[in-house]
């Protein structure tokens, strides 16, 4: 089974954890989460980085990781590219929260596919909604201000 290491802006990371886990309450251990503070070098935060995901892969000898990471370009994502190597783990940026439900529900597949399936879920979950008024709604031909009742 793989896990998935989330490495975002403080406090994305952990709040998209604490998502996950509301709708998967059985996979405590197979997310781990690192909020990028602000006042934190990148070098610390590789450190930590280090750490979790050497722990995340030490769980057993098959243990691969899927690395999500909120923005392409900024600290978390140029963290995370010094931490993948590839085999046993992978990066994908752009985290949301329909990508990384996508990614744990399917944590039992293959690392490529999961990866495959992480993105399909991410851009499906972007999508304009509402954009005019439901269809089956009346709509008023005139404001209240205009009908006279006689309550007083």
Same mark, same amino acid.
């Given at each position: 089974?793989?896990?998935?290491?989330?490495?975002?802006?403080?406090? %994305?990371?952990?709040?998209? &954890?604490? +998502?996950?886990?509301?709708?998967?309450?059985?996979?405590? /251990?197979?997310?781990?989460?690192?909020?990028?503070?602000?006042?934190?070098?990148?070098?610390?935060? %590789?450190?930590? $980085?280090?750490?979790?995901?050497?722990?995340?892969?030490?769980?057993?000898?098959?243990?691969?990781?899927?690395?999500?990471?909120?923005?392409?370009?900024?600290?978390? +994502?140029?963290? $995370?590219?010094?931490?993948?190597?590839?085999?046993?783990?992978?990066?994908?940026?752009?985290?949301? %929260?329909?990508?990384?439900?996508? !990614?744990?529900?399917?944590?039992?597949?293959?690392?490529?596919?999961?990866?495959?399936? !992480?993105?399909?879920?991410?851009?499906?979950?972007?999508?304009?909604?509402?954009?005019?008024?439901? /269809?089956?709604? !009346? &709509?008023?031909?005139?404001?209240?201000?205009?009908?006279?009742?006689?309550?007083?």
């Amino acid at each position: 089974m793989n896990s998935i290491l989330l490495i975002a802006h403080a406090p %994305l990371a952990h709040a998209l &954890r604490q +998502c996950a886990l509301h709708v998967f309450p059985d996979c405590e /251990q197979d997310i781990a989460g690192i909020d990028v503070q602000p006042n934190v070098s990148p070098e610390e935060t %590789l450190a930590a $980085a280090r750490i979790q995901l050497a722990q995340l892969l030490g769980r057993s000898p098959r243990s691969k990781v899927l690395v999500l990471a909120d923005v392409f370009g900024a600290t978390p +994502c140029n963290v $995370a590219q010094k931490l993948v190597d590839g085999t046993h783990s992978r990066l994908v940026a752009g985290v949301n %929260l329909p990508m990384l439900l996508r !990614a744990v529900t399917y944590r039992h597949e293959p690392l490529d596919a999961q990866v495959q399936r !992480a993105i399909a879920g991410g851009t499906s979950g972007v999508m304009q909604v509402a954009v005019a008024a439901p /269809q089956n709604q !009346a &709509r008023r031909k005139h404001s209240d201000q205009e009908i006279r009742d006689h309550q007083q």
